[in-house]
């Protein structure tokens, strides 16, 4: 027999997999992701823009990432550039 305590941590787990999953995977939906600091909101973020990008679903200036603070939005800019100047992504070919 479990403990709640144990059944409470899994379901957790399970849904925060289950929210990672739909960010990488539902790409052609609008999404908000609300987390705490450090839970890997902005890693993330880049890999579904860039996602996007790569698979042609939008061009980079029909992209929108608001973040709520200046840094949020300097380490996400930050990333961002990296990970586009590491993965070819098909500019243009969006809708």
Same mark, same amino acid.
Request: aromatic share 2%.
């Given at each position: @027999?479990s403990?709640?305590?144990h059944d $409470?941590? $899994?379901?957790?787990?399970a849904q925060d997999?289950h929210?990672?999953?739909?960010i990488?995977s539902?790409l052609d939906?609008s ?12 890693t &993330? ?13 939008a ?12 840094k949020?939005?300097g &380490?996400?800019k930050i990333?961002?550039?990296?990970k586009?100047d590491?993965?070819?992504y098909? @500019?243009?070919?969006?809708r």
């Amino acid at each position: @027999m479990s403990s709640p305590v144990h059944d $409470d941590r $899994d379901s957790m787990l399970a849904q925060d997999t289950h929210a990672r999953e739909l960010i990488r995977s539902a790409l052609d939906q609008s999404l908000i992701v609300e987390a705490a600091a450090g839970t890997g909101k902005t890693t &993330e973020l880049v890999e579904r823009i860039t996602s996007v990008l790569r698979t042609g679903l939008a061009r980079v200036e029909q992209i929108v990432a608001v973040t709520f603070t200046h840094k949020a939005a300097g &380490e996400l800019k930050i990333r961002l550039r990296q990970k586009l100047d590491e993965v070819p992504y098909k @500019m243009g070919k969006g809708r």
